[in-house]
């Protein structure tokens, strides 16, 4: 750990605190990966080495499903309000270790840490959520007349593998436990590769909360999600990743016709109409954009779509809002936006950015890597928007996962929403306008999963959550997040007597 990075950690009232173990966790206890490997976790602030974790492979699959298999068995003859009462206590251990898990995040995936303990508060509201819904996996009877009864029942569908991404990595890894556990399966997640410090210490703090077997960590690379994937063990699938991740899952679940539940990404539009506030569009276009977290949020409405009447005005606006992020250590409480996950990302997004000079986009602010000597050895980039953003570019094509906002001038609305559709992304789409009508006019036109009308960026617990074309399928944060990890069965009763054998 650099000198810069353990000042900054010591700056708040949090140090690091890291994950006492390194290795593997399942069956309700820690292990070893079967090859012996691990690796050095370096931190996209400043590129020193703040760990270690194991690398498994399939035969920890094959080790953990075993064990996730025994879990199960237990945990979904679990009387439901009892699973409830242990997803509670878990939150409260969640929340009791905030401040710890946020610096641990934020050292390990570059997001800010005053953020980062929003993320934990999150995953907790999710275990809260799902324990309140446990009651709501009802059946139906169906009318079958005075000679028989005919009802189903909603019974968890076995070993549930969740693959999650690095960007929000504690909250990702513990808040998409909850409604599969809630349903009565056991879970395994697979931490992202990237930034996997939060998932150990996830397992330290509510493992032992739960029956051997009902929760498992398992660290590793692609190769540990694909014997997931293709695990026979392994009931259904949920990833949080990007498209073509999203395909490979789809592919291999498909061989075992297994359900997926897949949050995929976005190029997402925000449309503004001219009758709104300069200044609250200008606001509500940088919101969307995320840049505290890089840009790095599949949610992010990184295509502005704004009306010839505001353009210019608008413009001025964003680039002046967007002074308020500047890169900085991610440990220090002060900083307002973090770092690119790793040196490959960093790269990528940059790319992207000259890629928008060469098409003839117009930098309006940022686009350079910030030249503060203490962030030298981080992957930083700043605040980025282009105007005059032509919808064939490429950065209005494909999702960058960076700080880059695209704006593009529309007069026709009928070419605008072509433009909108245009893509195979379909996650958010953010309409501002204070026609209500008109409003919900477009919020039936543009093919997203999840549409805000004046505002931008928020979940709200019990709103599903999912996208439309390649972003995606399910959804989540909702009671069907929950019954999705169920299978429905129909037991038919006839009330005839059968008649004794003589």
Known sequence: ????????????????????????????????PHAGRYVDVHSPGDGSCIGRAAVGDASDVDA???????????????????????????AVEMRRHAADLAMLDAADCGNPVAEMAGDVMVAAALFEFFAGLVTEMKGASIPMGPDAIDFTVREPVGVVAR????????????????????????????????????????????????????????NGGRDVGEALVSHPGVAMLG???????????????????????????????????????PDALAAAAVAGMNFTWCGQSC?????????????????????????????????????TMGAIISQAQHARVMAYIASAHEQGARLVHGGKVPDDPALANGYYIEPTVFADVDPSM??????????????????????????????DYGLTCAIWTNDL????????????????INEVGKHFLGAPF??????????????????????????????RRVAAQP
Not at 247 to 268: F, H, Q, S, T, Y
Not at 444 to 451: C, P, Q
Not at 466 to 495: A, D, P, W
Request: aromatic content about 6%.
């Open 163 to 218: 693959i999650v991404a690095f960007n929000h990595p504690f909250m990702f890894a513990a808040g998409k436990m909850a409604a599969p556990l809630a349903a009565g399966n056991a879970v395994i997640i697979k931490p992202p590769e990237q930034a996997p410090l939060s998932s150990l210490r996830l397992a330290e703090i509510v493992g032992g909360l739960f029956p051997p077997g009902v929760v498992s960590i398992l």
């Open 437 to 452: 009508e008109k409003g919900m006019r477009t919020a039936s036109r543009v093919s997203a999963g999840f549409v805000w």
């Open 394 to 423: 490429r950065i209005a094509q494909e999702e960058i996962f960076g700080p880059v906002l695209s704006i593009i001038k529309w007069r026709d609305e009928a070419q605008m929403l072509a433009e909108v559709n245009a893509l």
């Open 299 to 335: 949610g992010s409405t990184s295509r502005l779509f704004l009306h010839e009447h505001l353009y210019d005005a608008v413009i001025e606006r964003i680039a002046h809002r967007c002074k308020a992020f500047v890169p900085g250590l991610p440990t220090d409480p002060k900083t």
């Open 466 to 495: 999912g996208g439309m074309k390649q972003s995606g399928m399910g959804r989540e944060e909702c009671l069907g997040e929950m019954l999705s990890f169920t299978q429905e069965k129909n037991i038919h009763v006839s009330l």
């Open 64 to 90: 953990a499903v075993a064990a996730a298999r025994h879990g199960f068995a237990v945990w979904r003859d679990t009387p439901p309000l009892e699973r409830a009462r242990v997803l509670r206590a878990a």
């Open 1 to 32: 750990m650099t000198a810069r990075m353990s000042e900054s950690l010591h700056a708040g009232a949090t140090s690091l605190v890291l994950p006492a173990h390194e290795g593997l966790y399942y069956g309700g206890a820690w292990h070893a």
């Open 239 to 277: 990833l949080v990743g990007s498209i073509p991740t999203g395909r490979a899952v789809a592919r291999g679940a498909g061989d075992r016709i297994k359900p997926m539940l897949l949050e995929l990404g976005g190029k997402n539009a925000l449309i503004a109409y001219p009758d709104v506030d």
